[in-house]
Protein backbone atom coordinates (compact mmCIF):
# COMPACT_ATOMS: atom_id res chain seq x y z
CA UNK A 1 0.00 0.00 0.00
CA UNK A 2 2.84 2.38 0.91
CA UNK A 3 5.66 0.95 -1.20
CA UNK A 4 5.54 2.82 -4.17
CA UNK A 5 9.05 3.38 -6.44
CA UNK A 6 7.95 6.57 -7.97
CA UNK A 7 10.02 9.76 -6.82
CA UNK A 8 7.32 12.49 -6.90
CA UNK A 9 7.60 14.93 -4.27
CA UNK A 10 5.39 14.47 -0.88
CA UNK A 11 3.36 18.12 -0.98
CA UNK A 12 2.73 18.91 2.73
CA UNK A 13 0.10 21.44 2.98
CA UNK A 14 0.19 24.84 4.06
CA UNK A 15 0.02 25.53 8.20
CA UNK A 16 0.51 21.54 8.70
CA UNK A 17 2.92 20.59 11.43
CA UNK A 18 4.36 17.48 10.20
CA UNK A 19 6.83 14.68 11.68
CA UNK A 20 8.88 12.51 10.32
CA UNK A 21 9.38 10.21 13.13
CA UNK A 22 12.04 7.74 14.54
CA UNK A 23 12.13 4.39 12.54
CA UNK A 24 10.47 5.71 8.86
CA UNK A 25 12.34 6.34 5.98
CA UNK A 26 11.13 8.38 2.95
CA UNK A 27 12.53 7.78 -0.38
CA UNK A 28 11.43 10.82 -2.51
CA UNK A 29 11.65 14.45 -2.07
CA UNK A 30 9.17 16.60 0.30
CA UNK A 31 7.57 19.93 -0.13
CA UNK A 32 5.93 21.93 2.48
CA UNK A 33 4.27 25.18 3.32
CA UNK A 34 4.52 24.43 7.27
CA UNK A 35 6.79 23.46 9.53
CA UNK A 36 8.23 19.97 9.76
CA UNK A 37 10.59 18.04 12.07
CA UNK A 38 12.73 15.08 10.53
CA UNK A 39 13.27 12.12 13.31
CA UNK A 40 14.32 9.49 10.57
CA UNK A 41 15.62 9.20 7.19
CA UNK A 42 15.01 10.85 4.40
CA UNK A 43 16.79 10.10 0.70
CA UNK A 44 15.74 12.82 -1.05
CA UNK A 45 15.68 16.81 -1.04
CA UNK A 46 13.87 18.97 1.67
CA UNK A 47 12.12 22.24 0.66
CA UNK A 48 10.06 24.36 3.30
CA UNK A 49 8.85 27.71 3.22
CA UNK A 50 8.92 27.80 7.52
CA UNK A 51 10.86 26.14 9.89
CA UNK A 52 13.02 22.77 9.53
CA UNK A 53 13.50 20.79 12.39
CA UNK A 54 16.16 17.69 11.96
CA UNK A 55 16.60 15.74 14.90
CA UNK A 56 19.53 14.24 16.89
CA UNK A 57 18.59 11.13 15.33
CA UNK A 58 16.91 12.62 12.22
CA UNK A 59 18.92 11.66 8.72
CA UNK A 60 18.64 13.51 5.04
CA UNK A 61 20.43 12.34 2.13
CA UNK A 62 19.98 15.19 -0.22
CA UNK A 63 19.37 18.76 -0.48
CA UNK A 64 17.91 21.13 2.26
CA UNK A 65 16.12 23.87 1.41
CA UNK A 66 13.46 26.90 3.39
CA UNK A 67 13.37 30.10 5.34
CA UNK A 68 14.41 29.03 9.07
CA UNK A 69 16.47 25.88 10.35
CA UNK A 70 17.67 23.99 13.06
CA UNK A 71 19.75 20.60 12.60
CA UNK A 72 21.09 18.99 15.39
CA UNK A 73 21.43 15.25 13.05
CA UNK A 74 22.67 14.47 9.84
CA UNK A 75 22.91 16.10 6.34
CA UNK A 76 24.44 15.06 3.23
CA UNK A 77 23.78 17.60 0.76
CA UNK A 78 24.11 21.20 0.06
CA UNK A 79 21.78 23.62 2.67
CA UNK A 80 20.26 26.90 1.47
CA UNK A 81 18.40 28.56 4.35
CA UNK A 82 17.15 32.00 3.46
CA UNK A 83 17.14 33.35 7.56
CA UNK A 84 18.97 31.90 9.97
CA UNK A 85 20.64 28.15 9.87
CA UNK A 86 21.56 27.40 13.41
CA UNK A 87 23.75 23.85 13.79
CA UNK A 88 23.72 22.85 17.27
CA UNK A 89 24.70 19.56 19.18
CA UNK A 90 26.37 16.86 17.33
CA UNK A 91 25.16 17.49 13.73
CA UNK A 92 27.01 16.31 10.50
CA UNK A 93 27.34 18.63 7.67
CA UNK A 94 28.71 17.31 4.52
CA UNK A 95 28.10 19.58 2.15
CA UNK A 96 27.65 23.40 1.11
CA UNK A 97 25.81 26.16 3.29
CA UNK A 98 24.37 29.36 2.01
CA UNK A 99 22.36 31.19 4.79
CA UNK A 100 21.30 34.47 5.52
CA UNK A 101 22.85 33.85 9.32
CA UNK A 102 24.86 31.05 10.77
CA UNK A 103 25.06 30.38 14.39
CA UNK A 104 27.07 27.45 15.01
CA UNK A 105 27.87 25.28 18.32
CA UNK A 106 31.13 23.99 18.97
CA UNK A 107 30.53 19.90 19.22
CA UNK A 108 28.98 20.58 15.56
CA UNK A 109 31.30 18.91 12.22
CA UNK A 110 30.85 21.02 8.79
CA UNK A 111 33.02 19.80 5.74
CA UNK A 112 32.03 22.01 2.89
CA UNK A 113 32.12 25.65 1.70
CA UNK A 114 30.15 28.45 3.80
CA UNK A 115 28.47 31.06 2.20
CA UNK A 116 26.55 33.57 4.53
CA UNK A 117 24.45 37.00 3.93
CA UNK A 118 21.09 37.82 2.42
CA UNK A 119 22.91 39.18 -1.20
CA UNK A 120 24.93 35.68 -1.40
CA UNK A 121 21.39 33.93 -1.08
CA UNK A 122 19.98 36.13 -3.62
CA UNK A 123 23.27 35.11 -6.09
CA UNK A 124 23.31 32.01 -5.54
CA UNK A 125 19.37 31.56 -6.66
CA UNK A 126 20.16 33.59 -9.77
CA UNK A 127 22.85 31.59 -10.63
CA UNK A 128 21.41 28.26 -10.22
CA UNK A 129 18.48 29.73 -12.17
CA UNK A 130 21.11 30.63 -15.02
CA UNK A 131 22.43 27.01 -15.04
CA UNK A 132 19.21 25.06 -15.15
CA UNK A 133 18.47 25.36 -18.68
CA UNK A 134 22.09 25.17 -20.00
CA UNK A 135 21.49 21.41 -18.16
CA UNK A 136 18.66 20.66 -19.72
CA UNK A 137 19.87 21.15 -22.88
CA UNK A 138 23.03 19.29 -23.25
CA UNK A 139 20.99 16.39 -21.27
Known amino acids: MFNTKTKSPVYISAGANSLIGAG ?13 RIDGILNGNLSGSAKILIGPEGIVEGNVQGQQADLLGKVSGSIRITDLLHLRGNAIVKGDIHAGKLQVEPTVTFNGQCHMGTAVIELANIVELKAEPALAVNQ
Not at 25 to 33: H, K, P, Q
Open 24 to 36: TIINGDIETNGDI
